[in-house]
């Protein structure tokens, strides 16, 4: 499996489980921050075929802190918009997260986690539990998917990035002090319903994934970063084409479903003669089917502002 697609693609649910207070393992070291400090990520303009305009910027999670992202053209992009589009909102409330996580993400009977590996990923899996601090019990309900996420949360829990820096936080405290709303394109719940509603051979694919990948949590994190301060979405879409993304349904549910679903929300905004500035995770805004291809296709026109 291909580490960087994995991680950079599951980083929305994993700020989802960090959220969540019942996590104890999410109290480890925070690794320094050794990659570049300032960037011009990427930035897309949008103009309907009949008037009306919209911008799209590629954001990162959770970022390591002091980094300078913001640049004047994003400046300007934000004075002329009315309004700000996220990809999720409500993670601020730890509360109602994990009560989703637990109603969604439960269900008796399910085997233990050795009994869901290969042989080869067993020992790594059983290492893994123990730095998460889960006990073996707790495997007797956890889902694949909802296994996967919280194991995924102990590989990237001492890592250099922090939730109040990452863009959707930032983004919503600058537009909030504007008296602009913030809105989003789907609620935590909805992210969660994606996973859970996988079957359990993707669900497991997930699990081995994230096993098989958590030694390289630490590269794979920095050299998202690094992409994306740099304003590279090739990278993005070329990590896109491999490992977790080759298994046709969890493309289509986690990636293609939805940006075709955002592609028509921000449709009907401009339809209604919004300006909204919308900033989702950068992996749905790299390849053909990126939110810019889809609107591409309905007669829009995207332009690379930086």
Same mark, same amino acid.
């Given at each position: 499996?291909?580490?960087?697609?994995?991680?950079?693609?599951?980083?929305?649910?994993?700020?989802?489980?960090?959220?969540?207070?019942?996590?104890?393992?999410?109290?480890?070291?925070?690794? $320094?921050?050794?990659?570049?400090?300032?960037?011009?990520?990427?930035?897309?303009?949008?103009?309907?075929?009949?008037?009306?305009?919209?911008?799209?910027?590629?954001?990162?999670?959770?970022?390591?802190?002091?980094?300078?992202?913001?640049?004047?053209?994003?400046?300007?992009?934000?004075?002329?918009?009315?309004?700000?589009?996220?990809?999720?909102?409500?993670?601020?409330?730890? $509360?109602?997260?994990?009560?989703?996580?637990?109603?969604?993400?439960?269900?008796?009977?399910?085997?233990?986690?050795?009994?869901?590996?290969?042989?080869?990923?067993?020992?790594?899996?059983?290492?893994?539990?123990?730095?998460?601090?889960?006990?073996?019990?707790?495997?007797?309900?956890?889902?694949?998917?909802?296994?996967?996420?919280?194991?995924?949360?102990?590989?990237? $829990?001492?890592?250099?990035?922090?939730?109040?820096?990452?863009?959707?936080?930032?983004?919503?405290?600058?537009?909030?002090?504007?008296?602009?709303?913030?809105?989003?394109?789907?609620?935590?719940?909805?992210?969660?319903?994606?996973?859970?509603?996988?079957?359990?051979?993707?669900?497991?694919?997930?699990?081995?994934?994230?096993?098989?990948?958590?030694?390289?949590?630490?590269?794979?994190?920095?050299?998202?970063?690094?992409?994306?301060?740099?304003?590279?979405?090739?990278?993005?879409?070329?990590?896109?084409?491999?490992?977790?993304?080759?298994?046709?349904?969890?493309?289509?549910?986690?990636?293609?479903?939805?940006?075709?679903?955002?592609?028509?929300?921000?449709?009907?905004?401009?339809?209604?003669?919004?300006?909204?500035?919308?900033?989702?995770? $950068?992996?749905?805004?790299?390849?053909?089917?990126?939110?810019?291809?889809?609107?591409?296709?309905?007669?829009?026109?995207?332009?690379?502002?930086?």
């Amino acid at each position: 499996m291909n580490s960087t697609t994995a991680r950079w693609l599951m980083l929305p649910l994993l700020l989802l489980i960090q959220a969540c207070s019942g996590f104890p393992f999410l109290d480890m070291g925070m690794a $320094a921050w050794d990659g570049p400090k300032k960037g011009t990520p990427a930035l897309w303009h949008v103009e309907g075929p009949n008037g009306g305009e919209a911008w799209l910027f590629g954001g990162i999670h959770a970022l390591p802190s002091d980094l300078k992202w913001i640049s004047p053209k994003m400046k300007k992009a934000m004075d002329r918009s009315d309004r700000l589009v996220l990809e999720v909102v409500g993670l601020e409330d730890s $509360a109602e997260i994990t009560k989703t996580f637990q109603q969604l993400g439960n269900s008796p009977g399910q085997p233990p986690l050795a009994d869901r590996l290969p042989p080869e990923l067993r020992d790594k899996g059983e290492a893994l539990r123990a730095a998460s601090r889960l006990s073996p019990a707790r495997f007797e309900t956890l889902e694949s998917w909802a296994a996967a996420i919280s194991l995924a949360g102990a590989a990237t $829990a001492n890592l250099a990035m922090v939730r109040e820096e990452g863009v959707e936080r930032v983004l919503a405290a600058r537009y909030r002090r504007r008296d602009k709303p913030v809105i989003g394109l789907e609620t935590p719940a909805r992210q969660f319903t994606y996973f859970d509603q996988l079957d359990e051979a993707d669900q497991r694919a997930m699990l081995e994934s994230v096993i098989a990948d958590a030694d390289n949590a630490p590269r794979a994190y920095r050299d998202m970063v690094t992409a994306w301060l740099k304003g590279e979405p090739e990278k993005l879409a070329e990590a896109a084409n491999r490992g977790l993304l080759q298994r046709p349904q969890i493309r289509e549910r986690i990636l293609v479903r939805r940006n075709r679903d955002w592609a028509a929300q921000i449709e009907d905004l401009l339809n209604l003669g919004a300006r909204p500035f919308v900033a989702v995770g $950068a992996a749905h805004l790299a390849g053909d089917d990126s939110v810019q291809a889809l609107l591409e296709a309905k007669g829009y026109k995207i332009t690379r502002v930086q």
